[in-house]
T-cell receptor, first 114, second 111 residues
Framework: EAGVAQSPRYKIIEKRQSVAFWCNPI?????LYWYQQILGQGPKLLIQ????????DSQLPKDRFSAERLKGVDSTLKIQPAKLEDSAVYLC????????????FGSGTRLTVV | GEDVEQSLFLSVREGDSSVINCTYT??????LYWYKQEPGAGLQLLTY?????DMKQDQRLTVLLNKKDKHLSLRIADTQTGDSAIYFC???????????FGKGTMLLVSP
């Protein structure tokens, strides 16, 4: 089966600019996650979707970050305006059901804010 | 909330066994995982163990869980240069909750 697709692979922007990341999960996977991985740290959950509804966005900085999952399939994560500390790899993961046994991660988008 | 700690670096020679250690703080964590991340890649699930188990073996991988001490270890037998990567320990309260990751252990395997 095809994996979790993410684009772009790399993005460099100036602070205060906007950026958007796209994720296409594995077909049929109902649960979708966005994680932020800062260099030297483990991934941290930003938001979890179940179909097109938000399950957990408690760690999403809502003043600048937003995410949506239209029609319960693809998802976009947006940062507006970006700060230097947003430089990280943004990982998307999906699972057929809730529970990490089914997690599949994409390769991530590496964001550099200068 | 849950906190997961790992040693940051481990260096071994090819053919030796590697042991990567992890501790977690929340005794309610019942699902414990090991992920592997190679440069420029996403995370690959290696194995997982439930808190009602003490040990799980899967080919070259052995996971040991000491629930009393909240200590988890991953042993890789006959370590190969292709095993060089960052290994993350992660914990979850249930199969329906999200994961809390450690900072990762960089494993370097030299020929």
């Amino acid at each position: 089966e095809a994996g979790v697709a993410q684009s772009p692979r790399y993005k460099i922007i100036e602070k205060r600019q906007s950026v958007a990341f796209w994720c296409n999960p594995i077909s049929g996977h109902a649960t979708l996650y966005w994680y932020q991985q800062i260099l030297g740290q483990g991934p941290k959950l930003l938001i979890q979707f179940q179909n097109n509804g938000v399950v957990d966005d408690s760690q999403l900085p809502k003043d600048r970050f937003s995410a949506e999952r239209l029609k319960g399939v693809d998802s976009t994560l947006k940062i507006q305006p970006a700060k230097l500390e947003d430089s990280a790899v943004y990982l998307c993961a999906s699972s057929l059901y809730e529970g990490a046994q089914g997690y599949t991660f994409g390769s991530g988008t590496r964001l550099t804010v200068v | 909330g849950e906190d997961v700690e790992q040693s940051l670096f481990l260096s071994v020679r090819e053919g030796d066994s590697s042991v990567i250690n992890c501790t977690y703080t929340d005794s309610s964590s019942t699902y414990l995982y090991w992920y592997k991340q190679e440069p420029g890649a996403g995370l690959q699930l290696l194995t997982y163990i439930f808190s009602n188990m003490d040990m799980k073996q899967d080919q070259r991988l052995t996971v040991l869980l000491n629930k009393k001490d909240k200590h988890l270890s991953l042993r890789i037998a006959d370590t190969q240069t292709g095993d060089s990567a960052i290994y993350f320990c992660a914990a979850a309260y249930s199969g329906y909750s999200t994961l809390t990751f450690g900072k990762g252990t960089m494993l370097l395997v030299s020929p």
